[in-house]
């Protein structure tokens, strides 16, 4: 099992900015894909952003040029830099993770609970 926590949201207002932080935790397995998705009401859930083992990033229309994903030096410790807010990026925010057993190699997909960001004046 694979336990995702999420941190990182608030209150800030159009033009400002946020970090949100997601830690993994668990034993035996190995993170293929970390990334961050939201949902807002009434909507369905949508990718933000992601990132490989590897490296690689990837990152939807809406928020492209604004926000960032990184690893951090902790492993298995990714956050979203989140610059330029607007109204629309309102929504809870979800580290979602693709993760392999290293024991049977079966994948799963694990989610946290969510953090809420709300981008008002």
């Known amino acids: 099992q694979v336990q995702l926590v999420e941190s990182g949201g608030g209150l800030v207002q159009p033009g400002g900015s946020l970090r949100l932080s997601c830690a993994a935790s668990g034993s035996a397995f190995r993170i293929s894909v970390i990334g961050w998705y939201r949902q807002a009401p009434g909507s369905e859930r949508e990718l933000v952003a992601n990132m490989t083992a590897g490296g690689i990033t990837g990152y939807g229309d809406s928020v492209k040029g604004r926000f960032t994903i990184s690893r951090g030096n902790a492993k298995n410790t990714v956050y979203l830099q989140m610059n330029a807010l607007k109204p629309e990026d309102t929504a809870v925010y979800y580290c979602?993770?693709?993760?392999?057993?290293?024991?049977?190699?079966?994948?799963?997909?694990?989610w946290g609970r969510g953090t809420q960001v709300t981008v008002s004046s």
């Open positions: 979602g993770a693709h993760a392999q057993s290293t024991i049977t190699w079966r994948g799963k997909d694990y």
